[in-house]
């Protein structure tokens, strides 16, 4: 849409910003409230960078797993975030209905969303992954 600066380079500035410069002047609920302000825009940062290849890897996963009920292939942000949400609706209902308590899916499943969590606690909070990185969960 526009050239530079780019969403993700006004994101940080504002965030080095109240990292830099507000968070040490302000004492108290304000410098809370700037800590929590610059948490916000680097799990937003994250989401940007990340977004499109982790919603693209999960709808493969969910592919292999459900097959032809895990939709179509695209390449429309909108798209693919619908397609995932409702592979995983179904998913749900597959586990619900006791699909993965036993045989050869059931490890396939877990393995989907053990790499669905730790792809959202790379965005949300990676320091919960921790040093050891997603070997940690």
Not at 6 to 14: M, S
Not at 53 to 65: F, M
Not at 82 to 97: F, H, P
Request: proline share 3%.
């Amino acid at each position: 849409m526009h050239d530079r600066p780019t969403a993700l380079e006004l994101l940080e500035a504002v965030r080095h910003f109240l990292e830099a410069e507000a968070m040490p002047a302000l004492e108290g609920t304000k410098k809370f409230h700037a800590r929590v302000a610059a948490n916000v825009l680097a799990i937003v940062a994250r989401e940007l960078r990340s977004e499109s290849a982790q919603l693209s890897a999960e709808r493969q996963r969910l592919r292999d797993l459900l097959g032809e009920g895990a939709g179509e292939s695209t390449h429309d942000q909108a798209e693919l975030k619908r397609g995932v949400r409702s592979a995983t609706k179904l998913l749900c209902e597959r586990i619900r209905s006791g699909d993965a308590d036993a045989g050869a899916w059931r490890p396939a499943v877990f393995a989907h969303v053990r790499q669905t969590v730790i792809d959202k606690l790379a965005v949300a909070n990676p320091k919960f992954l921790g040093a050891g990185g997603e070997d940690g969960l």
